[in-house]
């Protein structure tokens, strides 16, 4: 049992550059979320499913795309990357309720030049 | 929309020693789940307690016990005999009860436990 799996653990993106943030949990948990976590900000809600096919965007949806279409993959995408995109990025999943307890992954620190 | 508060930015406590650490939020609804997280240098995030809106008796883990104060909207962590692996980043985090996967999370704690 992996847990919450996130790749690539560190990521450098030209300005303009498009890339793929992989997500993956073996919990067959429902819901998966995405995270930014920036100093002094704590984290903030990119965007979340809350099962295959299903996604709706958080606090700070500008510039990501997502899909959902098993229950295992939730990948992030950049569009076009910025930099104040530079951060580290956190892929979390849940079973719902009434256990509501979010496993998280141990995260991508992407710079973006 | 909610919101939550940790005023304390940074923190130290001696080791052995007790510390709290404060969280408050804001929100209309009744019924939530309200978190602490623990991130150490390992930036992992790990869950330390979990609190039920809905129940009155405070959360306990071990060394672990929150006050939580639902009409003042209040949700403080107690660390008791602190260890020096007790030095970490906390964050609050508050959910709807029906909004599963929507954490919303306070800017952070930086504890030091000092030898």
């Known amino acids: 049992n992996a847990g919450v799996t996130q790749t690539p653990k560190f990521q450098v993106l030209k300005t303009g550059q498009s890339m793929t943030l992989q997500c993956a949990q073996d919990?067959?948990?429902?819901?998966m979320s995405w995270y930014r976590q920036d100093p002094g900000m704590g984290l903030r809600l990119i965007h979340y499913?809350?099962?295959?096919?299903?996604?709706d965007q958080g606090e700070v949806p500008n510039g990501y795309n997502v899909s959902r279409s098993t229950t295992e993959d939730f990948p992030l995408r950049l569009l076009s990357a910025a930099p104040s995109q530079t951060s580290v990025y956190f892929c979390?999943?849940?079973?719902?309720?009434?256990?509501?307890?979010?496993?998280f992954g141990p995260g991508t620190r992407l710079t973006v030049t | 929309a909610q919101t939550v508060t940790q005023s304390q930015p940074e923190m130290s406590v001696q080791e052995a020693e007790t510390v709290t650490l404060s969280c408050t939020y804001d929100?209309?609804?009744?019924?939530?789940?309200l978190f602490w997280y623990k991130q150490p240098p390992s930036r992992q995030m790990i869950l330390v307690i979990r609190q039920e809106a809905y129940k009155q008796q405070n959360a306990t883990e071990n060394r672990f016990s929150v006050n939580f104060q639902k009409a003042a909207k209040s949700f403080s962590l107690k660390i008791s005999d602190s260890q020096l692996g007790d030095t970490a980043m906390y964050f609050c985090?508050?959910?709807?009860?029906?909004?599963?996967?929507?954490?919303?999370f306070g800017q952070g704690t930086e504890l030091s436990v000092k030898p």
């Open positions: 929100t209309s609804e009744n019924n939530y789940y």
């Open positions: 919990m067959n948990h429902e819901y």
């Open positions: 499913s809350v099962g295959a096919g299903i996604t």
């Open positions: 979390a999943s849940s079973g719902g309720l009434p256990i509501a307890e979010q496993y």
């Open positions: 985090a508050f959910m709807n009860w029906d909004q599963g996967g929507k954490l919303i």
